[in-house]
């Protein structure tokens, strides 16, 4: 089944210690976004690539960053992990190009629960 | 005005009843109006999407009210069941760089229908 994939599903890091999480997909879409979700919160977007193109929202910190070595994959790298970045993150894709009048669906990962100690 | 703004925060709901989930907008640029639903665990996932030229959608048990000039749309979902019971988010969106939506979520339902 097409899909969007996130591993692990449950990553335990220390203060300070750079972590990275991996998202994949099988859609073949143009679009891949990473969102942070903290507990009872909505999802919010902190980046995405169309292709190869980064776009990173402005309030996104700088610990945070992302790269995509290609159309599948898709990773998110936490620098130096705080107890405030614990959080679920959520891999979405979308196909993109579509026309300003189109639908751009973007359907979401399971997300990986990040915990920091 | 980037806001999406959702009530209530959670819902209790009897089987066979009504939910209804109301979220309300700021920014005029928005054209795409999407409901998600999250089961604890999991990524959230499209549960049924509005453009501002219709008032209303329906799917099945779910219908999506709008109303352009009062910046508002709700869900409501008819004879709710237990399988129901997840947080629903509603979200906005605006157009961008190579016609890609940028979702504006907002801050979540978190709905229980009870036997």
């Known amino acids: 089944d097409a899909m969007v994939i996130q591993n692990p599903r449950y990553q335990v890091t220390q203060f300070g210690k750079p972590v990275t999480l991996s998202c994949s997909q099988t859609?073949?879409?143009?679009?891949m976004y990473w969102y942070q979700q903290k507990s009872s919160q909505a999802p919010k977007l902190l980046f995405h690539?169309?292709?190869?193109?980064?776009?990173n929202e402005a309030d996104t910190p700088d610990n945070f960053q992302s790269r995509r070595p290609n159309t599948s994959f898709c990773f998110l790298d936490i620098r130096s992990p705080g107890l405030g970045d614990a959080a679920m993150y959520l891999c979405?894709?979308?196909?993109?190009?579509?026309?300003?009048?189109?639908?751009?669906?973007?359907?979401f990962g399971p997300g990986t629960r990040l915990t920091v100690l | 005005q980037q806001q999406v703004k959702q009530s209530p925060q959670s819902l209790i709901v009897q089987k066979g009843g009504i939910s209804i989930i109301n979220c309300a907008y700021e920014?005029?640029?928005?054209?795409?109006f999407p409901w998600y639903q999250q089961f604890p665990g999991k990524g959230p996932a499209l549960l049924i999407a509005?453009?501002?030229?219709?008032s209303e959608k329906k799917e099945g048990r779910f219908t999506i009210s709008f109303n352009k000039s009062a910046k508002q749309f709700s869900l409501h979902i008819m004879d709710s069941q237990p399988g129901d019971s997840a947080t629903y988010f509603c979200?906005?969106?605006?157009?961008?760089?190579?016609?890609?939506?940028?979702?504006?979520f907002g801050t979540g339902t978190r709905l229980q229908v009870f036997p």
């Open positions: 979405a894709t979308s196909r993109g190009g579509l026309g300003l009048a189109a639908t751009d669906t973007q359907y």
């Open positions: 859609l073949n879409h143009n679009v």
């Open positions: 690539y169309y292709d190869k193109d980064f776009n």
């Open positions: 920014n005029t640029a928005f054209d795409y």
């Open positions: 509005i453009r501002p030229d219709v």
């Open positions: 979200a906005a969106s605006e157009d961008l760089q190579y016609n890609t939506d940028k979702l504006i």
